[in-house]
């Protein structure tokens, strides 16, 4: 794929709709409204395929045996390792790890980075917009070894206040942020943040969950030391994540887990470790799901990154419009209202009903939102809401899904409003 | 709307709009409990005045969904005056009302559905159609373990 093409090229949505199985039949009869992509994406059959010809053509467990299958088992996960790399434009295989989603990617680099190199008095800065997963990793480490959380706020428009970046900054080791907010939609400035905490003299690590399936992505752009991201959001599935995370950086750390697959040798006095990426994928990965994110990552190549970014651009923009035309001061959207600075995630509010009963409400359409706090309870409070509900784009949505979302709000008006 | 009506009766949007003794009480004398649904976020607040074993006063706050909020409203209704033992007959009937559909280990599979106990629930019989969504039994069930938790403190 090449920018050139990708510049050309537009998304063909319903080519991609026959691509998902799950939009070829009616659920739970009804047409499948499906607006929760930033929960997990939908699958390709094209993915659904590679991980049934892996158990079908080549299973058999990965680096063990000396076999032809092993072998193929072992090319078929190596593969989809460097595929992904590309994906990312890391700059070799080795610095991609596979975890078993993004949470377990973070924890490990509290757990391995975070336990080798912080000690008591050491600052971690994050944002008030995390998900939990970037949350709770740092409050255990804070509880074992007495370091200090520092949190960026939120300023206008759901973009992060960094008027006092460079104070937070001060002393600081690590600073680790969501590249996305997966409430707001919130495109957070990574290269501006990671230059000002490496100037700081702070490693950087970014929560890409919500980026790295909808915007092309070049680590050499973002400039930062770590990146976690799952594989279920980018039409891959669940069970496998990913923690990129520089060469040098990967070979100072200590292992996360423990077990076979991860050692050079094993005595009854102790162990040495397998080089990297191997030292930290204890016991038989999830090599099914690994291929599977593989033929994700050639799905989305095949659409061009740059077109996907787009299309949700345009869909932004159109969703942002339509729910304003249709239901003016009723509803509430949260984060920023310029398409170009944020992703198509809408947590919104609609007059005083609550966001379960609007999602309930939404079913009865087939309009599948999310309802509630979305792993990010702290930005909740600094929202001042208990709950909203979430309505997320992916490539498979199209005007259409918008009409029927915004149209079906007022039914919720209907029943709940007074 | 069609094909929500038995989860949203008119009942049940009446305590919704119209909450029953929602407010606090001073603890102490009252008893109070704090209920989290870490699934959604909603919370609810259970007062009581216990004395000479009845229930004397009850208030409930907090904010949550149509269904969480009404079922708190009509519990502190159904509840106030009645006895402990009385309040204990009401909550494993409403318990039993509410997990028809789920999953327990100890549950014979016979298929066969226990009878409920014979209490009068009133208003509470509303909450029934919660069970086809079992998604929102939580939102149901919220009040009434929160209840109990603010009886043992």
Redesign the interface.
């Known amino acids: 794929m090449s920018t050139d093409a990708g510049a050309e090229h537009e998304l063909d949505v319903a080519a991609i709709r026959a691509d998902f199985p799950i939009f070829d039949g009616p659920v739970n009869d009804r047409d499948l409204i499906y607006l929760d992509s930033s929960g997990t994406s939908q699958k390709p059959r094209q993915v659904l395929e590679a991980m049934d010809a892996f158990y079908v053509e080549a299973n058999a467990n990965v680096h063990r045996g000396a076999y032809y299958l092993s072998d193929q088992a072992s090319r078929r996960m190596e593969g989809a390792r460097t595929k992904v790399a590309r994906f990312i434009g890391a700059s070799e295989p080795e610095e991609v790890v596979f975890t078993k989603n993004a949470t377990e990617a973070l924890n490990l680099i509290a757990a391995s980075w975070g336990r080798a190199n912080l000690q008591t008095g050491d600052a971690v800065v994050l944002t008030v917009i995390e998900h939990h997963a970037n949350i709770v990793p740092w409050h255990m480490l804070a509880e074992e070894r007495g370091i200090e959380l520092r949190f960026i706020g939120i300023g206008d428009d759901g973009h992060l206040d960094l008027s006092n970046l460079d104070t937070l900054l001060d002393g600081a080791k690590l600073v680790s942020f969501t590249a996305m907010s997966n409430v707001l939609g919130t495109l957070t400035p990574v290269a501006r943040i990671a230059e000002a905490a490496h100037a700081a003299g702070a490693l950087v690590a970014i929560d890409a969950c919500q980026y790295v399936p909808h915007l092309p992505t070049r680590l050499a752009d973002l400039g930062v030391d770590f990146m976690a991201f799952s594989g279920h959001k980018m039409c891959g599935p669940t069970g496998v994540g990913v923690l990129w995370a520089r060469r040098d950086l990967l070979e100072a750390m200590p292992p996360f887990l423990g077990g076979g697959g991860m050692i050079a040798n094993v005595t009854t006095d102790g162990f040495t470790t397998a080089a990297v990426p191997h030292k930290f994928e204890a016991g038989t990965p999830p090599i099914a799901e690994i291929v599977g994110l593989g033929a994700a990552v050639d799905y989305l190549d095949s659409l061009s990154m740059e077109a996907v970014r787009r299309h949700e651009v345009e869909l932004t923009a159109y969703f942002l419009r339509t729910i304003k035309e249709r239901h003016g001061d009723d509803v509430v959207v949260h984060g920023p209202s310029e398409p170009a600075e944020r992703g198509g995630v809408f947590s919104f509010s609609y007059k005083d009903v609550?966001?379960?009963?609007i999602s309930?409400?939404l079913d009865?359409h087939g309009v599948n939102v999310r309802?509630?706090?979305h792993c990010a309870?702290p930005l909740?409070k600094e929202l001042g809401v208990?709950?909203t509900a979430r309505a997320s784009l992916y490539i498979y949505n199209n005007e259409s899904d918008v009409d029927r979302l915004v149209e079906a709000l007022d039914?919720a008006s209907?029943?709940?409003s007074? | 709307m069609a094909g929500l009506e038995d989860l949203y009766k008119e009942i049940v949007i009446d305590h919704y709009r119209s909450p029953r003794n929602w407010g606090e009480l001073e603890t102490p004398p009252a008893k109070h409990a704090e209920g989290l649904n870490p699934l959604c976020g909603d919370e609810v607040h259970v007062y009581v005045q216990v004395e000479d074993g009845v229930i004397t006063d009850i208030a409930i706050g907090g904010q949550g969904c149509s269904i969480s909020k009404a079922s708190a409203s009509m519990m502190s209704a159904a509840i106030k005056g009645k006895s402990l033992s009385e309040v204990d007959e009401l909550t494993s009937a409403v318990k039993q009302m509410m997990s028809i559909h789920e999953q327990s280990l100890d549950e014979d599979d016979s298929g066969v559905l226990h009878e409920p106990p014979d209490v009068e629930l009133g208003d509470l019989e509303a909450l029934k159609g919660v069970v086809k969504y079992p998604v929102r039994i939580k939102c149901a069930t919220l009040s009434w373990h929160t209840l109990a938790e603010a009886l043992q403190s």
Do not use: I, R, T, Y
């Not at chain 1, 609550?354 to 009963?357: G, I, L």
């Open positions: 609550h966001p379960h009963d309930q409400v009865e309802a509630g706090h309870k909740m208990g709950a039914d209907d029943l709940f007074f």
